[in-house]
């Protein structure tokens, strides 16, 4: 049986992450902050996304400003578990104790001069743009089984993503929040549901059309203009 405190805190990351949609900057913001808030031992947290247009590694939504210049050692040595999970491929990694840890002896050394003692790194995106979720600790060990809480994280942060995704490509496709208001709206109207499960309800039809979520709901307001008013 889970821990109660396990079971409250994944209570709380599930309802923090799965808040009505929002941009991606939005959610990667409430990624890091809700992953510090969340599970036990995270001192600072920071998000890396490898950019596979322009190959580029850079950090946003860090929860302050040590954990973006961890961030940035790593990129500038080349090694490190927020290396190692974009640019190496790997879906986590992680260190009990990056002072003596032999895979980074450049980047641990840094890292032990600012207190910090754990890390683990998990990748949350990979279609396109490479993210990974970056989490730093001052105790050491603090990351010892990543693939409890922190592991769950990553699973809804993923979900919360890729939905935030969903809504930016909606946004840029149909040109304003009224026009997505508009789209949604016609959906909540025509079947009853919460203005969240309109927009679940577009983004699935999208998936089983195979169109883009902004043919969607062009279609859906093109209809609506379309159908002749009730006599």
């Given amino acids: 049986m889970c821990p109660p405190q396990f079971v409250a805190a994944m209570a709380t990351v599930v309802a923090a992450l799965h808040e009505p949609p929002g941009s991606v900057e939005e959610t990667l913001d409430r990624i890091t902050a809700t992953a510090q808030r969340s599970i036990p031992n995270v ?24 954990a973006e210049r961890l961030d940035m050692f790593q990129y500038a040595l080349r090694e490190g578990p927020c290396y190692e999970a974009t640019e190496g491929g790997h879906t986590i990694v992680s260190s009990g104790d990056v002072r003596h840890d032999d895979r980074w002896p450049r980047f641990g050394q840094l890292a032990g001069e600012t207190g910090i003692r754990s ?7 990979e279609t396109g743009d490479t993210i990974g979720l970056n989490l730093y600790s001052r ?25 935030a995704y969903a809504y930016d490509q909606l946004t840029t496709a149909i040109g304003s929040r009224t026009d997505i208001g508009i789209a949604i709206g016609i959906v909540m109207s025509r079947y009853g549901l919460t203005r969240e499960r309109a927009f679940d309800f577009i983004v699935r039809v999208s998936q089983s059309s195979n169109m883009k979520v902004r043919e969607v709901a062009t279609r859906l307001i093109d209809m609506e203009t379309d159908e002749p008013p009730d006599p």
């Fill in 119 to 125: 890390q683990l790194a998990v990748q949350i995106h």
């Fill in 139 to 163: 105790q050491i060990d603090a990351f010892a089984e990543p693939d409890d809480l922190a592991q769950l994280f990553a699973h809804q942060a993923r979900a919360a993503l890729g939905h």
């Fill in 43 to 66: 001192d600072l947290a920071s998000i890396s996304v490898l950019s596979t247009k322009a190959d580029t590694l850079k950090t946003v939504a860090p929860t302050s400003e040590l």
